[in-house]
């Protein structure tokens, strides 16, 4: 009967021994170790979403103390953390294996302060000049890096049948930090929280008072505390040590570019319908006080995530990345019916259902495309490198579905650019969001055909 060491082999904060799908090892004392990693992430990577996003609730907020920028120039702002952060993530997708999990989470949950502080301090001045503002909106998208490295992180720590589960938990509850921030900011922006040394109060058009600082402000002392949660707490794993050109073979693997199609599609549309949703609602629907409501589409999509990985694991992740495209393709059937009534009672709440519906559409699909890529990767490298013994072979699968997750996370992150330039780009040009709309449906449509060809039709390439 096979045992197990009754505690990893370590240095320091270094795990010379790791051996997740050993279940025996797993048993002994993997499986605390992963957990620990798991919970000290999922907070790390909570406050990750919230900064990054934090630009969808106070775009909604300048106008009213006294920013003149019209709706074109604020979807801008609300974009361009989507933009920024997209193009951080292709590099975040390969620094875990080059400086380690514990390192690269701490700094990069550091970071976040630097846009947190400058959005405080900004927002104060009305006079403060629009690019200082671009600036802001860009050094958010360092939030968004952080999604890429984390995952492929947790990825390295879970043996293959609790990939699935793991990594919907530290996605879903991290994704959950937008929902929490849309939550969260319109509330503390009614009050002086950090008193005299928050800053004095912004005087509304109607006459209140605000404390917009406090959209930045509010997460300086958690992300503090975060961060020196990652350096005491975190582990590095030595087997996951690896440098840019091993991990670059994923770009030769054609199922590496297919799973970021399918991932733009899922979480491309999560984090793009969360930056632009806010705004959207209150432009076409402006008689309905919507700001208190929108956090909840982020949440339902976070929650489906976190709750939803299971399902994948026991279906398939590409039976159920198909019906989940076919859902969300009437959903943003039926936005756009309730668009073309928006001026019937009711209308708006019918829009938000539709909305409502589509959240959690795409995080079932976030946990079903990641579950699909180590299942993939291990099906490929098989066929595409048979000679390698079975230890080697674990380790080169490993390698190469935590830096497809990382880099397919970074590829999806452009939704939160496009999804709300087009909003804005289709109201400028148009006077409404439907051709943006429809041309999300194509791009939907698109992913069903893709996911039945590949992955679920009888004789798939690669079943999964």
């Known amino acids: 009967m096979a045992t197990a060491e009754p505690v990893s082999v370590r240095r320091g904060h270094t795990l010379t021994d790791w051996r997740p799908d050993d279940p025996a090892f797993w048993d002994a004392t993997g499986r605390k170790i992963a957990s620990k990693n798991l919970w000290i992430s999922i907070p790390c990577l909570l406050l990750a979403f ?46 875990v294996p080059v400086f380690g999990g514990r390192l690269w989470t701490t700094l990069t949950t550091a970071s976040l302060i630097i ?32 999604f890429a490295s984390s995952m492929a992180n947790i990825n390295f720590f879970y043996p293959k049948s609790a990939k699935g589960h793991a990594l919907a938990l530290n996605a879903g509850l991290g994704n959950a930090g937008v929902s929490v921030m849309q939550f969260v900011v319109p509330l503390v922006v009614t009050a002086s929280v950090f008193g005299v040394i928050g800053g004095e109060p912004q005087v509304t058009t109607e006459g209140g008072r605000m404390w917009l600082q406090n959209a930045g402000f509010i997460w300086v002392p958690f992300l503090i505390i975060t961060a020196l949660l990652a350096w005491f707490g975190m582990d590095n794993i030595a087997s996951a040590k690896a440098s840019f050109r091993d991990q670059s073979i994923i770009f030769k ?56 990985g299971w399902v994948s694991d026991k279906f398939g992740g590409g039976r159920v990345t198909f019906w989940t495209f076919i859902v969300m393709i009437l959903a943003v059937g039926g936005v756009l019916f309730f668009l073309s009534i928006k001026d019937t009672p009711g209308a708006f709440w019918g829009f938000f259902a539709m909305f409502m519906i589509l959240f959690f559409a795409t995080g079932v699909g976030n946990a079903s495309t990641f579950q699909m890529i180590p299942s993939i990767m291990r099906q490929q490298v098989k066929r595409l490198m048979p000679g390698l013994d079975d230890t080697t072979f674990v380790r080169q699968a490993e390698l190469e579905s935590g830096a497809i997750i990382a880099f397919t996370s970074a590829i999806a992150a452009y939704g939160a650019f496009f999804i709300p330039k087009a909003y ?39 079943p999964c």
Do not use: K
């Open 50 to 95: 919230s900064v990054w996003l934090v630009w969808s609730v106070v775009v909604a907020e300048l106008p009213s103390i006294g920013f003149t920028y019209n709706t074109d120039q604020l979807f801008w702002l609300a974009a361009l953390p989507g933009l920024s952060g997209a193009t951080l993530r292709i590099f975040y997708s390969f620094m």
């Open 424 to 462: 804005g780009s289709s109201i400028a040009y148009t006077g409404g969001p439907e051709i943006a709309l429809w041309g999300f449906m194509v791009f939907y449509a698109l992913c069903v055909v893709v996911t039945w060809f590949f992955y679920t039709r009888r004789n798939a390439p690669v």
């Open 253 to 308: 693997r054609s199922h590496n570019w297919i799973m970021c199609v399918l991932y733009t599609g899922t979480f491309g549309s999560f984090i793009g319908y969360s930056a632009g949703f806010p705004l959207l609602a209150l432009t076409e629907f402006p008689e309905v006080h919507s700001l208190q409501f929108v956090f909840l589409g982020p949440l339902i999509g976070a929650l489906s995530r976190a709750a939803t």
């Open 115 to 146: 846009p947190a502080v400058g959005i405080g301090y900004a927002v104060q001045n009305p006079d403060t000049p629009y690019s200082v503002f671009l600036v802001l909106a860009l050094l958010c998208g360092l939030g968004g890096g952080n």
